[in-house]
């Protein structure tokens, strides 16, 4: 595997925090932390391998850093790249759009010609509606602190397996 | 199969490739919106006016592409109260956004008179729209149906903010735009508060559209209203799909509201610091111009420029505005009402033709279609308007739909509020247009309408006269029938208590005839109440010129006389001339009045009978206390008092119901035996 670039807002807490967790599940993998607030689209190409930290904002939309950005990388081919993303949302009081960021950034990277790795099982999560789902899994890892926050760590570990295995 | 709402965006608009020019563009609208936005609280503070500002920050994506995509020539535009980028990128002025915020005699939107922050320009179909907040989606739906009718281009655009959407009236509206398949786009500007009511309060959609995916011909676009790009696509979208489809869409915007909703609110009371602090860090204006600077679509030396620009243009505006008039007191009186029709061919509304007698349903129907007959530009609708051979609750209007077809003639829904807005609204589409509606099956079942009533009433005032809906209103009036408590209500003693609509209630077929010509030949709106049960009675049949006209404010002596004047309306003007016949053989000289027109009152009449007279019993079927009758006692006690020479008595139903069971009904509502004891009493006082 190799070097991973884990991008998401160093401003952001809850998702800087995951981020954290996540950083630590890929121990012994060189991992590096990439800051959506300062990001230049030259340092997507140094990755192979990226893990990206979006947060749901608002109803269902992408937080700011990333919104602002894309337009950015509409002109960047990412077709020898490998794209995980996570993603934190609110199933309960935002169940029409549960984690739609997942949805909006995979879609994107995807028509760019990423590969999306780390679809995750919908077991466990109660939602009304998500663009995070297609062909009944979630396309990357979305995360309820709001609900169900002492899932999240087991959550990760699951995730982060997956992830390693399509990343090799 | 396509799911509507699931139908793509085209992404016609981005920061990479957008015109130069038109980025500039919006973005000094943006400017000047946002600088008066911030600006108008100082007004109150130093006590100038603007005492009703709605902040808009925070839907600045939205309102920007709402009044981008308006074309003045073809769509009609209905923003609400928070709307003031809309206006001002729909093309008004930073002067003219003050003048209406202070309140100026030259407010474009109503010369001062209505609050401010409720901006419009009726010239350019920007509709200056009522407080009661989301009502104009039925005048949105009514003006669409008159865009289909006539072939015209353009859209209906209403716009509201999400928490109105739980009013019963927008619903009504959506229903009736998806049923009748109209081009109306409905914006719901989903910032999560009615003032402090959390949209959670509202509807358990936390995305109100979605509660309409179940209507037919209906798209819903969800669009991000902080953004300007989205929001442009999404109003371009909704527009062209729209246009294309002739069919109805909304356009749910999420927006967010950085300050309270109002200068009386204090969000700080029910917004948490981390709240606050998160929609001021997706404060739309900032973004854009952050979105401009990333991708080198203007410098910092060109926005410094625009927005320098853009607060010359205020300061000028702000010292052109302060120094213009205020409205004139003495203007208070101006466009109340419309100048009626004439109707000077029978300049005191009354006859000699002595033709076959006509009963009072013959004589409405037999002016409703030579009314239709002469104006193409006439239209009707209500509740059992017409199916096949029934036309009409009582058959009223029947044959008109064979006769003029479904597009002129046709059903509503059981919904009085929508068949009352949307004649307001399709009346706005031009000034030949003549609407009838039948306001309810029965006038009691008026009363879920009674908030779209009072807007017609207030549109020609409010306006400052440049609009005014040319609609009668027919209601199926009055008891007698055994009808119970809602077939029964007499209705115009609420009713009459509202300036700027005319009431008529006949009580003979040639006046229902002459009063409805009048009333469909008029500008501005008039209320035709029909005493339902004189229908088919014989002694309401008269002989009726074909081209009888009745003026409005004429009351009509239907037996003249010199002891006694018997002051009436509608079905009680039987009665009354029933008890003159029986108190003339015993020897007195009754003289009975139909005032026939109860706004404008022909007050001038009323007191020359009594000047005649020097006793009056007012007499009317509704119920004494608080009846119209309470009017006419007043009138004629303050400006005949020296002629009178009894008390002026009124006698009507009691204050109470009207009971189902006929003993009920005879005791509760007023009969002949009632008014003969009253004026022998007063014949003998």
Partial sequence: MGKIGLFYSFKSKKTAKIAGIIHNAFSGVEVQLVNVDEVHKEQFLEFNQMIFGVPTWFDGELPNYWDELLPALEDVDFSDKKIAVFGLGDQKGYAENFCDAIGIMTTFFEEKGALIVGNFPLEGYTFERSKAVKDGQFRGLPLDQENQARLTHKRIENWVEIVKKEFN | MKVLHDMPVEKIFTIKNTDKELLKKWLYLMTVGRIIDEKAPNYLKQAIGWSYHAPYAGHDGIQLAIGQVFNREEDHLFPYYRDMLTNISAGLTAEEIILNGISKAADVTSGGRHMSNHIGKPEWNIHNVSSATGNHTLHAVGVARAIKYYKGKGVAISSQGESSVSEGYV????????????????????????????????????????????????????????????????????????????????????????????????????????ELGYVLESDPLLKFKRMLLRYERLTKEEIHEIVEKAKEEVKLAHRSAMASPDPDPASIYDFIIPEPYPASKYPEGIHNFAGEKKKLIEGINETLKAEFRLNPDTFIWGQDMANKEKGGIFNVSKGLQQEFGPA??????????????????????????????????????????????????????????????????????????????????????????????????????????????????????????????????????????????????????????????????????????KVAERLSREGFNIEVMDIRSLIPLDKEAILNSVKKTGRVLVVHEDKVFGGFGGELAGIIGEEAFEFLDAPVRRVGSAFTPVGFNRILEAAILINEEKIYIAALDLLKY
């Fill in chain 2, 171 to 274: 619903y009504e509206a959506i229903n009736g735009a998806s049923t009748e398949e109209l081009p109306v786009i409905f914006v719901f500007q989903d910032n999560g508060y009615g003032i402090s009511v959390p949209k959670k309060d509202q509807t358990a959609n936390r995305k109100v559209a979605n509660n309409f995916t179940g209507f037919k011909n209906l798209r819903i676009i969800h669009c991000n209203g902080k953004d300007v790009f989205d929001s442009i696509n999404a109003m371009t979208e909704a527009k062209k799909w729209s246009l294309e489809n002739q069919h109805p869409c909304i356009v749910q915007a999420n927006c967010i509201r950085i300050h309270s909703h109002s200068n009386s609110d204090r969000h700080d009371l029910y917004r948490n610091e981390a």
């Fill in chain 2, 408 to 577: 002129r003639v046709f059903n509503g829904p059981i919904a009085e509020d929508f068949i009352t807005g949307t004649a307001n609204g399709m009346s706005r589409y031009n000034k030949k247009i003549r609407i009838v509606v039948e306001g309810a099956e029965f006038a009691d079942y008026f009363w879920p309408a009674m908030e779209q009533y009072v807007e017609m009433t207030h549109e020609y005032w409010r306006t400052n006269g440049k609009f005014s809906p040319n609609v009668t209103i027919r209601l199926a009036s009055g008891g007698y029938i055994g009808g119970g408590l809602y077939h029964s209500q007499t209705t115009e003693g609420t009713l009459s208590t509202f300036p700027g609509i005319r009431i008529v209630y006949p009580s003979f077929a040639d006046d229902a005839a002459g009063l409805l010509r009048t009333s469909i030949r008029s500008m501005g709106p008039t209320l035709f109440l029909e005493p339902k049960a004189l229908y088919n009675s014989p002694t309401a049949a008269t002989p009726i010129p074909d081209d009888f006209e009745v003026p409005f404010g004429k009351a009509r002596i239907r037996r003249s006389g010199t002891d006694l004047s018997l002051i009436t309306y509608g079905n009680t003007t039987h009665l009354s001339l």
